[in-house]
């Protein structure tokens, strides 16, 4: 059976600063004694994908040293207090020329895989345009085919990622668990979800 993700790229996108956290940097937080960024490139690399690319920003040097057993590529934006649109550039400036990639949160560490796979039953290509949504919100992973590249390594630095993409452009949608909206973005929110357990052992 062929695989769909062997020609596609992943982008973990994991240097914002975490300000909303307080002193704790929420992708070094751990659930279950595993840190929320090792949680979410595992589940990744369950995927067969073509190559995976961990954009790193603030705290990259304990990042780096938490993922380096796993074969990721790692990209530094220096950029990276200027919103989630210079990191998802650095991201994809580093993409080899292929189908086109997936845009992952590393503060999204549940069900991953399950809403990776997902993307299997659609029809990828360079044109594709493919949101998560749960009941209509849009959330991720969201897949970007390659013929819009160019239009994001161009575009404006911003808070909202890929999202004028879907604005601009048709698009299909997946409807997707209700983890595809769970950020880890504060301490509540670590109290409201971290009890879960987001690896399946």
Same mark, same amino acid.
């Given at each position: 059976?062929?695989?769909?993700?062997?020609?596609?790229?992943?982008?973990?996108?994991?240097?914002?600063?975490?300000?909303?956290?307080?002193?704790?940097?929420?992708?070094?937080?751990?659930?279950?004694?595993?840190?929320?960024?090792?949680?979410?490139? $595992?589940?990744?690399?369950?995927?067969?994908? +073509?190559?995976?690319?961990? &954009?790193?920003?603030?705290?990259? !040097? =304990? /990042?780096?040293?938490?993922?380096?057993?796993?074969?990721?590529?790692?990209?530094?934006?220096?950029?990276?207090?200027?919103?989630?649109?210079?990191?998802?550039?650095?991201?994809?400036?580093?993409?080899?020329?292929?189908?086109?990639?997936?845009?992952?949160?590393?503060?999204?560490?549940?069900?991953?895989?399950?809403?990776?796979?997902?993307?299997?039953?659609?029809?990828?290509?360079?044109?594709?345009?493919? $949101?998560?949504?749960?009941?209509?919100?849009? +959330?991720?992973?969201?897949? &970007?085919?390659?013929?819009?590249? !160019? =239009? /994001?390594?161009?575009?404006?630095?911003?808070?909202?990622?890929?999202?004028?993409?879907?604005?601009?452009?048709?698009?299909?949608?997946?409807?997707?668990?209700?983890?595809?909206?769970?950020?880890?973005?504060?301490?509540?929110?670590?109290?409201?979800?971290?009890?879960?357990?987001?690896?399946?052992?």
């Amino acid at each position: 059976m062929m695989n769909p993700f062997s020609e596609l790229s992943c982008l973990c996108l994991a240097a914002g600063r975490s300000s909303r956290m307080g002193y704790d940097h929420k992708l070094l937080k751990k659930i279950g004694g595993i840190s929320v960024i090792e949680i979410v490139v $595992r589940q990744i690399m369950d995927i067969p994908f +073509g190559e995976v690319i961990v &954009v790193t920003g603030a705290r990259a !040097d =304990e /990042i780096r040293e938490i993922l380096e057993p796993y074969p990721v590529r790692f990209v530094h934006n220096a950029d990276y207090g200027n919103g989630l649109h210079s990191s998802l550039r650095e991201g994809v400036r580093a993409t080899r020329d292929n189908v086109g990639f997936f845009i992952c949160l590393g503060d999204q560490p549940f069900s991953l895989s399950e809403r990776l796979r997902a993307f299997a039953e659609m029809e990828l290509n360079r044109a594709s345009l493919i $949101r998560s949504v749960v009941t209509g919100i849009p +959330g991720h992973p969201v897949l &970007v085919g390659s013929n819009y590249k !160019d =239009e /994001i390594l161009a575009a404006f630095d911003r808070d909202s990622g890929a999202s004028y993409l879907f604005q601009k452009y048709d698009f299909e949608t997946l409807e997707q668990p209700e983890a595809a909206l769970w950020d880890l973005d504060t301490p509540e929110d670590f109290a409201r979800y971290g009890s879960l357990k987001p690896l399946t052992e």
